[in-house]
């Protein structure tokens, strides 16, 4: 992953969540892994669609909760987007097939990477969603 900066970055709105998402696309290569963390609705899922959209992906980007994994092809670099929120830990996720898809020629995004943090690349980008002080604020800490 071509470098990206760490810390603190104050979403207010859905523009500030595209910029970063933007970003983080920018900077992604094939077999890139971006681990999303963050209560529901803190926005991982938006993340996402904007880190496809900078990809150049034209597909409305929405989450895969119950089949898990969704393939993106078209692009600058295809994407998985997965949504591991039901899964019970990282075998569950391994059973579905990921270890064939993360690190290969896939960027993948991963919602709920917490849940399988143990089998994530150590050199993944760690993004942790939260509230903000208002409605439609956000924080994100890019590790």
């Known amino acids: 992953m071509k470098e ?3 810390g603190i970055v104050e979403l207010e709105g859905r523009g500030a ?9 920018n900077a992604l290569e094939p077999g890139d892994v971006v681990a999303l963390v963050g209560e529901l609705g ?23 909760t119950f089949t898990i994994v969704k393939l993106y092809e078209e692009g600058r670099i295809p994407l998985a987007h997965f949504d591991i929120y039901r899964l019970g830990g ?4 391994l059973d579905v097939g990921a270890g064939e898809i993360i690190g290969g020629r896939y960027a993948s995004v991963i919602e709920w990477a917490d849940i399988a943090a143990d089998i994530l690349p150590a050199d ?17 800490e890019i590790l």
């Not at 969540?17 to 696309?25: C, M, N, P, S, V």
């Open 4 to 6: 990206i900066k760490k």
């Open 17 to 25: 969540t595209r910029k970063l998402g933007l970003e983080i696309a």
């Open 42 to 64: 803190t926005g991982k899922t938006a993340l996402t669609g904007y880190i496809a959209e900078g990809l150049g992906i034209k597909e409305e980007v929405v989450s895969p």
């Open 90 to 93: 990282s075998e569950e996720l």
């Open 124 to 140: 993944s980008l760690l993004v942790h969603l939260s509230y903000g002080e208002g409605e439609d604020e956000r924080r994100a």
